[in-house]
């Protein structure tokens, strides 16, 4: 079945730490890859995605993420974070098996000043 | 370009009561969703239509949840009757894709708690 799996739940780093989010997905045919993010008080928004080509997507404020088909893996990073990236961090991916958008259960971040 | 609406913002009711919400999608967007948040999890979608057709609806809960898609633009999420555990945030999401594989604009979410 698809599935999406967020490793961390929960993540509290000082700013200027670098930042690195798991999230891994079964296998189903072909799968476009995201990351979204909610912001306290706003609505989910897209950070970045993958469809096709070079394996390493940049986003908005500074996100990256490497798409790793052998691991089945599409990573978040960030070299330094901010305060202002606090916030709750979900993993999706469209399967064109099920035609589906699932999403991970998240991870939330918190950034100390 | 306007969002995704949902209304109402939020609403409290009581356990067996019915409650009703509403989504008007970007203009043009042929794929909508509704996911329903618990808190601390991820979305889980519970139905998605291409146009006013179900393209899934696996994962609700048919005994009391029901949902439309009127013309192919609007949409209600409906829950008759209620119970304690449906307290979450719907959400109301729609694409411009035919087959859902870009990029899903999200609503600000309904917050239903249920006494």
Known sequence: AQSVSQHNHHVILSEAASLELGCNYSYGGTVNLFWYVQYPGQHLQLLLKYFSGDPLVKGIKGFEAEFIKSKFSFNLRKPSVQWSDTAEYFCATYSSNTGKLIFGQGTTLQVKP | ?115
């Not at chain 2, 139905?47 to 029901?66: A, E, M």
């Open chain 2, 1 to 115: 370009e306007a969002g995704v609406a949902q209304s109402p913002r939020y609403k409290i009711i009581e356990k067996r009561q019915s409650v009703a919400f509403w989504c008007n999608p970007i203009s043009g967007h042929a794929t909508l969703y509704w996911y329903q948040q618990i808190l601390g999890q991820g979305p889980k979608l519970l139905i998605q239509f291409q146009n006013n057709g179900v393209v899934d609806d696996s994962q609700l809960p048919k005994d009391r949840f029901s949902a439309e898609r009127l013309k192919g633009v609007d949409s209600t999420l409906k829950i008759q009757p209620a119970k304690l555990e449906d307290s979450a945030v719907y959400l109301c999401a729609s694409s411009s894709s035919r087959t859902g594989d870009t990029e899903a604009f999200f609503g600000q979410g309904t917050r239903l708690t249920v006494v």
